[in-house]
């Protein structure tokens, strides 16, 4: 059965600290990788991922992907306090997006 | 501007009553999703349709019924037999599954009172 795992499930830190949330999945014929953010209503979408080692940037965040150990990671740096919210990853089965179960992510002042 | 419309954004229902949830996309998108998320948790697949006139089930169908007459539209019924209505419900839509990202609208919030 296809999969998505997110690791850890909540994380706290103050302004300015780095953090790393992971993601790992399990998807017959894999094709990508979504990372998206949602605060209170609809997550945002903030990256797609497809190849392996390729980094995509925008801003303080920043994700890359490894096909090779069926993992991807969302670095966020200097994080803010708008940077809390949850972080979704998921990647397309052959019928249905099979999402994570996030992490949430709380930065303090 | 194209995007998902869902509405209401709140809904109240007594118990024993069904209630529909409405969900619209004008991005001309074949595949569309209805997700349920219970606080601090992650999205469920409850149905989804890759083409009008066709749905399946996901995850978490029982309690719900959809219906896909029009490309544009995806009706999310929640029915008595839902035992745990109360939850965030999300719809989605794709252009298809490769190398695409599914948008969402903004959810309704369900209470059951």
């Known amino acids: 059965e296809d999969k998505v795992v997110q690791s850890p499930l909540s994380l706290v830190v103050h302004e300015g600290d780095t953090v790393t949330l992971n993601c790992s999945y399990e998807?017959?014929?894999?094709?990508?990788l979504l990372w998206y953010k949602q605060e209170k209503k609809a997550p945002t979408f903030l990256f797609m991922l497809?190849?392996?080692?390729i980094e995509k940037k925008s801003g303080r965040l920043s994700s890359i992907l490894d096909k090779k150990e069926l993992f991807s990671i969302l670095n966020i740096t200097a994080t803010q306090t708008g940077d809390s919210a949850v972080y979704l990853c998921?990647?397309?089965?052959?019928?249905?997006?099979?999402f994570g179960t996030g992490t949430r992510l709380k930065v303090l002042a | 501007d194209g995007g998902i419309t869902q509405s209401p954004k709140y809904l109240f229902r007594k118990e024993g009553q069904n209630v529909t949830l409405s969900c619209e996309q004008n991005?001309?998108?074949?595949?569309m999703y209805w997700y349920r998320q219970d606080p601090g948790q992650g999205l469920r697949l409850i149905y989804y349709s890759q083409i009008v006139n066709d749905f399946q089930k996901g995850d978490i169908a029982e309690g719900y019924s959809v219906s896909r007459e029009k490309k544009e539209s995806f009706p999310l019924t929640v029915t008595s037999a839902q035992k745990n209505p109360t939850a965030f419900y999300l719809c989605a839509s794709s252009p298809g599954l490769v190398n695409t990202e599914a948008f969402f609208g903004q959810g309704t919030r369900l209470t059951v009172v």
């Open positions: 998921a990647s397309p089965g052959t019928y249905k997006y099979i």
């Open positions: 998807v017959t014929n894999f094709r990508s």
């Open positions: 991005l001309n998108h074949d595949a």
């Open positions: 497809t190849s392996s080692g």
